[in-house]
C-alpha cells in the first residue's frame, strides 16, 4: 500500500513537530503502509463515512483508502475528547473532491 498526501501541509506540520513524535508518526504511516485497511485499534478506527482515524499520542490524522493507497487528508492536535467537527468537515470536503 502507498501513503498518499492530499497536501503538502499536512508533510510542513508533521515535520514542525518535535523529533520523537515525527519518528512516532512515521512509525505509524510504516505500519498503515503495511497492514492497509487490517490495521486496527490501538493504532487506528474507523469515524464513519470512509474516514479512518490514526492515533499518535495527541496527534491525530484523518485519512480514507483509495484505490492502492491510503489518502491523508488531515492532521492536528487532539486536544478534546472528541475530534473536531471542522477537522472532520475539512477531512470530508477533501475526500469528496478526490
Known amino acids: ?5 492530499y497536501s503538502d501541509n ?4 508533521i515535520h514542525s513537530l518535535e ?3 515525527i519518528k512516532k508518526i512515521y512509525n505509524a504511516l510504516e505500519i498503515l503502509e ?3 485497511s487490517n490495521i486496527d485499534m490501538p493504532l487506528s478506527k474507523p469515524i464513519g463515512d470512509g474516514l479512518f482515524e490514526l492515533r499518535v499520542k ?3 490524522i484523518l485519512y480514507t483508502f483509495r484505490e492502492n493507497s491510503a489518502v491523508l487528508l488531515s492532521i492536528f492536535k487532539k486536544k478534546l ?7 472532520i468537515d475539512l ?8
Open 1 to 5: 500500500m502507498y501513503i498518499a498526501y
Open 10 to 13: 499536512i508533510k510542513k506540520f
Open 19 to 21: 523529533k520523537g513524535d
Open 34 to 36: 503495511t497492514l492497509g
Open 58 to 60: 495527541n496527534i491525530r
Open 81 to 87: 475528547y472528541r475530534i473536531p467537527r471542522r477537522e
Open 91 to 98: 477531512a470530508k470536503y477533501r475526500l469528496n473532491s478526490l
